[in-house]
């Protein structure tokens, strides 16, 4: 595996942009290991009030593909510091869950972003083999928590950057919005134009069916985006 280096903290770095994907490892014991596959000086990023450790790891398999069978991916993470030794003794992280949050790095916490806290629906996944385990390494092959044997996922056309709600109507006749075979669940009393812009009147209120200006201007916390961000090209 490539090894992602500790970043030290006398040396600056960049700031974040783009996607950033954070993993926690539940123990039976109830403590959590967190950790992300971003980078910073600090050594560390804040994601709704909990944090994860900048840490030598390597996450593979995690897109999804419309076709074949279900995904099967490891990660990889380094064990130089014993935080795995006792599970080397015992095999008591097998069976356990792993989650993956995938959220952009603005909605982290300052500094490395805007404490936005909005993210891609969390994923769920269970340890389902110890593939490797000694002092230097632990390689986890996971299986999602809910099977999808012999199923295709989703039963939807995967499109990467468009959500697929279907977006509430303003009614002019009747004065308010018509939710009939709406999908997306938002009902709040902000509005917001099709190029993202707060809007005074509620007939101006269009989705862009986007990320950054559609779902992003309206919803704090877990986003309902029904978009792929993670699809393969």
């Given at each position: 595996?490539?090894?992602?280096?500790?970043?030290?903290?006398?040396?600056?770095?960049p700031?974040l942009?783009?996607?950033v994907?954070?993993?926690?490892?539940?123990?039976?014991?109830?403590?959590?290991?967190?950790?992300?596959?971003?980078?910073?000086?600090?050594?560390?990023?804040?994601?709704?009030?909990?944090?994860?450790?900048?840490?030598?790891?390597?996450?593979?398999?995690?897109?999804?593909?419309?076709?074949?069978?279900?995904?099967?991916?490891?990660?990889?993470?380094?064990?130089?510091?014993?935080?795995?030794?006792?599970?080397?003794?015992t095999?008591?992280?097998?069976?356990?869950?792993?989650?993956?949050?995938?959220?952009?790095?603005?909605?982290?916490?300052?500094?490395?972003?805007?404490?936005?806290?909005?993210?891609?629906p969390?994923?769920?996944?269970?340890?389902?083999?110890?593939?490797r385990?000694?002092?230097?390494?632990?390689?986890?092959?996971?299986?999602?928590?809910?099977?999808?044997?012999?199923?295709?996922?989703?039963?939807?056309?995967?499109?990467?950057?468009l959500?697929?709600?279907r977006?509430?109507?303003?009614?002019?006749?009747?004065?308010?919005?018509?939710?009939?075979?709406?999908?997306?669940?938002?009902?709040?009393?902000?509005?917001?134009?099709q190029a993202?812009?707060?809007?005074?009147?509620?007939?101006?209120?269009?989705?862009?069916?986007?990320?950054?200006?559609?779902?992003?201007?309206?919803f704090?916390?877990?986003?309902?985006?029904?978009?792929?961000?993670?699809?393969?090209?």
């Amino acid at each position: 595996m490539s090894i992602v280096k500790i970043p030290r903290k006398d040396v600056g770095a960049p700031r974040l942009a783009g996607l950033v994907a954070l993993f926690s490892i539940h123990l039976p014991d109830k403590t959590i290991l967190r950790f992300t596959t971003a980078e910073v000086a600090a050594g560390h990023v804040v994601f709704d009030g909990a944090r994860y450790l900048c840490f030598p790891l390597a996450a593979k398999g995690f897109r999804w593909t419309a076709d074949g069978p279900p995904a099967r991916p490891t990660l990889e993470v380094s064990n130089i510091l014993g935080l795995f030794d006792q599970a080397i003794q015992t095999d008591e992280m097998r069976g356990c869950e792993v989650r993956r949050v995938l959220t952009l790095a603005s909605e982290l916490a300052p500094p490395d972003g805007e404490d936005g806290r909005g993210c891609f629906p969390p994923e769920s996944w269970v340890i389902e083999r110890l593939a490797r385990l000694d002092d230097r390494v632990l390689r986890i092959e996971l299986a999602a928590a809910a099977s999808l044997e012999n199923r295709r996922f989703p039963d939807r056309v995967m499109l990467r950057n468009l959500c697929q709600h279907r977006y509430r109507r303003w009614d002019a006749g009747r004065q308010r919005f018509d939710y009939d075979g709406v999908t997306c669940p938002y009902v709040g009393k902000s509005y917001f134009s099709q190029a993202g812009t707060p809007v005074a009147n509620p007939d101006d209120d269009h989705c862009s069916l986007t990320l950054q200006t559609g779902c992003k201007k309206r919803f704090k916390g877990p986003l309902p985006f029904m978009g792929f961000p993670g699809v393969t090209r």
